[in-house]
């Protein structure tokens, strides 16, 4: 079946660790997302990319990074340098236009800092 | 950028019709409306698009004026399976060169009650 699968589902990270959540697509789309999202919030964008090897920031990007390698991958890490990183992550994909229902989201990954 | 402003929050009981505003003075010409449903932990779905007047589909209904400065998602006979976050996106159209950038405002939490 063709979707989005983010993982792991839950995290636990340590003060001071990187940690990497993944996100694959297999819809052929060409841009893919990262969200950030706190209990009770709305999402936040953290990067985007529209093409390979090519990629945004978004309004939250300090401490975080991004790569687009292949067109069907979009890892987040987590870095030491964010300092509140415990939080809901959100990874989506869409076509190129925003006509119909082109936009897909992940299951979501749990982050907690321990 | 079209900015987005919904309610926070409503309250309505199962059986009613629920009607959720969205206001979106600097649309664009070429901007669709997309609004989305999120459930606790989970990823946001698509519910409905349009670009004006009405549009139905078998969950929702979405008016949208002739000025396209807002939108209304209509909600018919809500369950207690309609609690959730609605979130009213208005798309950013490719430009030669540019980017597509969702974003999304903070959504509205609807609470239906029995």
């Known amino acids: 079946d063709g979707g989005i699968t983010q993982s792991p589902k839950y995290l636990f990270r340590k003060e001071g660790q990187n940690v990497t959540l993944s996100c694959e697509q297999n819809?052929?789309?060409?841009?893919m997302y990262w969200y950030r999202q706190d209990p009770g919030q709305g999402l936040r964008l953290i990067y985007y990319?529209?093409?390979?090897?090519?990629?945004q920031k978004g309004d939250i990007a300090e401490g975080y990074s991004v790569s687009r390698e292949k067109k069907e991958s979009f890892p987040l890490t987590v870095t030491s340098a964010q300092k509140n990183p415990t939080a809901f992550y959100l990874c989506?994909?869409?076509?190129?236009?925003?006509?119909?229902?082109?936009?897909?989201f992940g299951e979501g990954s749990w982050l907690t800092v321990v | 950028l079209a900015k987005t402003t919904q309610p926070i929050s409503m309250d309505s009981y199962e059986g009613q019709e629920v009607n959720i505003t969205c206001s979106h003075n600097?649309?664009?010409?070429?901007?669709?409306i997309t609004w989305y449903q999120q459930f606790p932990s989970q990823g946001p779905r698509f519910i409905i698009q349009?670009?004006?007047t009405k549009v139905t589909n078998e969950v929702a209904s979405l008016f949208i004026p002739a000025d396209r400065k807002s939108s209304t998602l209509s909600l018919p006979r809500v369950s207690l399976s309609d609690t959730a976050v609605y979130y009213c996106?208005?798309?950013?159209?490719?430009?030669?060169?540019?980017?597509?950038?969702?974003?999304f405002g903070a959504g509205t939490r609807l609470a239906v009650h029995p």
């Open positions: 819809l052929n789309h060409d841009a």
């Open positions: 989506a994909s869409s076509t190129s236009d925003l006509r119909g229902n082109t936009i897909y």
């Open positions: 990319s529209q093409i390979v090897n090519d990629f």
């Open positions: 349009g670009y004006k």
């Open positions: 996106l208005v798309g950013d159209m490719p430009i030669s060169g540019g980017y597509n950038k969702l974003i």
């Open positions: 600097n649309i664009a010409t070429n901007d669709y």
